[in-house]
């Protein structure tokens, strides 16, 4: 045989062996156009320069020997008979061809030649105008804004308010130790609490985020990854004043009752000293959770907060960092920046209105 024939299964698990190889040679050269082996009787069909082989018992054709080493794209797809001999004339016949409505272009090059194939997709609703069916528009994944700002508002939201329960627990806790038994104890407290300020927040944020970037943390957690870090990192400045305020209250009267009276030291601290600092903590808690949430959104806007799918208002501002989007879809990114500055204004207004009516001075 002067061409070299390349053997391609037609079916999923069909294999050639030597014999049914051999068996198949001495057949074509021999001119016959049926061959027989252990595995069962088998017919040859030649086309075009290229031999089907089928099986006597059912028809079904099960491989090909041809000039042609036809090969898909995708691993263990195996490329139908009616496709292949389309895609054997078009490469004789140097030209494009339809099957099934189907559009297939075909190239060559350095004589490798390349089948493609198009299929034209509608994507819907993709930048959409404001409507009755979406009242503020769809972003550029078709998804409905307002529906995202509702679910990036209850992570944004949530994100602020249990990190600032984190920073308040842990803040409270080291600060009325601190406070209270002073000595030795408050030196290494606030010995700690002045390492943990002086560690660079915003780039050990970023750094984290970039490092679960690399290792392609699930979104959902690496939002309680984000949570943590930054109830973590935010404690100091809460202990530091609940420090200050139980140095100043231990020296009451009360105390000096509770302390003839003979209480445990730990009701001592929570009982009597904690609740008298629970005002400045409501201060605290209602003014950071903003702080939180702007951190938030800045984390996810630079793309190393909370991930897409998952929704926040940064996550939001963050699909729309490219020039055009931003000034052609102003619907999409407006109502999210508004959302931030509305509840940070919200939560700094309610911080300011109960810190003054807590502080006595300010009563007449």
Sequence with gaps: ?????????????????????????????????RFATAAGEYRIAEDDGSYYVSSSVDGQEKFVASALSIQPAVPDLIVPPVLRRSIEDAIIEQRSFVLDGISYQVSVTNDMYTVRTEQTTQLVSLYEKPSWKHWLGTDGAGMDVVTRLMYGGRVSLIFGLVVMLIDVIIGTIMGGISGYFGGWVDMLIMRIVDIMICIPALPLYLIIGAVMDGLNVDPHIRVYVLIALLGFMDW?????????????????????????????????????????VIPQLI??????????????????????????????WGTILNAVNEAHVMINYLYVWIPAGMAIL???????????????????????
Excluded at 291 to 310: C, D, H, N, Q, R
Aim: proline share 4%.
């Design 283 to 312: 201060v605290i808690t209602t003014m950071g959770v903003g702080a939180v949430i702007l951190t938030e959104a800045v984390l996810s806007f630079l793309g190393l907060g909370v991930k897409f799918p998952m929704a926040s």
């Design 236 to 276: 100091p400045g809460t202990a530091r004043m609940v420090r200050g305020q139980i140095l100043s209250l231990r020296e009451q009267e009360y105390m000096v009752a509770a302390n003839a009276l003979g209480l445990k030291t730990i009701r001592r601290i929570f009982r009597h000293l904690v609740p008298n």
């Design 342 to 364: 509305i509840t940070v204004l919200g939560f700094n207004f309610v911080g300011d209105g109960l810190r003054d009516a807590f502080d006595p001075r300010t009563k007449r």
């Design 1 to 33: 045989m002067a061409t070299k024939l390349i053997f391609s299964p037609l079916e999923k698990g069909i294999t050639v062996d030597y014999e049914t190889h051999r068996a198949f040679e001495l057949s074509i050269a021999a001119g016959e156009t």
